[in-house]
Structure formats: structure tokens, C-alpha cells
Nanobody, 124 residues
Framework: QVQLVESGGGLVQAGGSLRLSCVVP????????MGWFRQAPGKERAFVAA????????LYADSVKGRFTISRDNAKNTVYLQMNSLKLEDTAVYYC?????????????????WGQGTQVTVSS
């Protein structure tokens, strides 16, 4: 069973920044996709960003493009989500997820393993 562990969530004022981390111990980084999703109260889980670990290719949701950056540190088996210029509407539980394929997808159903989530709250 793969165990993804997220951290870095918290309370931040609008316009501020947070960096989320996702550690996957023992993960083979050569061919997988790692994604970040978020779920706000009463809403469906939504794609935020994903990265192909082999070459760093990334895909972003339009709502976060230019503000969020996904990156990875293969040596540390860690994927990051740097979130800048945070808005009230970014408030959600953020999840990292692993997709055992080399093709980036946005649909949550195409990801195989999930973390427990970390809360991000943006205040005015």
C-alpha cells in the first residue's frame, strides 16, 4: 500500500503564500505522475496541477496558472506545490495523488493512490 503524506497547509491571508509538500517513501520516481487536487466544502474534488516525475513536465488548472508551481525533488521522493497570491477561493483541503502512468491526466478517477489531505484556509 502506497502512503502519501502531505504537509504545509495552514491559515494564510489573501495575497500570501504557502508551500505544500507530499512525501512518498520508497516511490520509484522514474515513470509516474504526481498530482495535486483540492476539495472545497460542498464541491467536487478538482484538479490543481500535475507533474511527470521523469522530465518535470507540468500541467495546471486555469484557475491557478501563473500563481501555483508544482515541482519535485527526486532525491527526497517529494513533490511540492508552491502557492502564491492566494485568494479566498483557494480555500480547500488539498490532496496529493499518484498516477502510475507516464501520461498526465486531470481526472481524479485516473489516480491510483491518495494522501489524507491538508487544509488550506485563505482569510481576508
Amino acid at each position: 500500500q502506497v502512503q502519501l503524506v502531505e504537509s504545509g497547509g495552514g491559515l494564510v491571508q489573501a495575497g500570501g503564500s504557502l508551500r505544500l509538500s507530499c512525501v512518498v517513501p520508497g516511490l520509484t520516481f522514474s515513470t509516474y505522475i504526481m498530482g495535486w487536487f483540492r476539495q472545497a466544502p460542498g464541491k467536487e474534488r478538482a484538479f490543481v496541477a500535475a507533474i511527470r516525475l521523469r522530465d518535470g513536465s507540468a500541467l495546471y488548472a486555469d484557475s491557478v496558472k501563473g500563481r501555483f508551481t508544482i515541482s519535485r525533488d527526486n532525491a527526497k521522493n517529494t513533490v511540492y506545490l508552491q502557492m502564491n497570491s492566494l485568494k479566498l477561493e483557494d480555500t480547500a483541503v488539498y490532496y496529493c495523488a499518484e498516477r502510475r502512468s507516464s501520461v498526465i491526466r486531470m481526472a481524479p478517477s485516473t489516480y491510483d493512490y491518495w494522501g489524507q489531505g491538508t487544509q488550506v484556509t485563505v482569510s481576508s
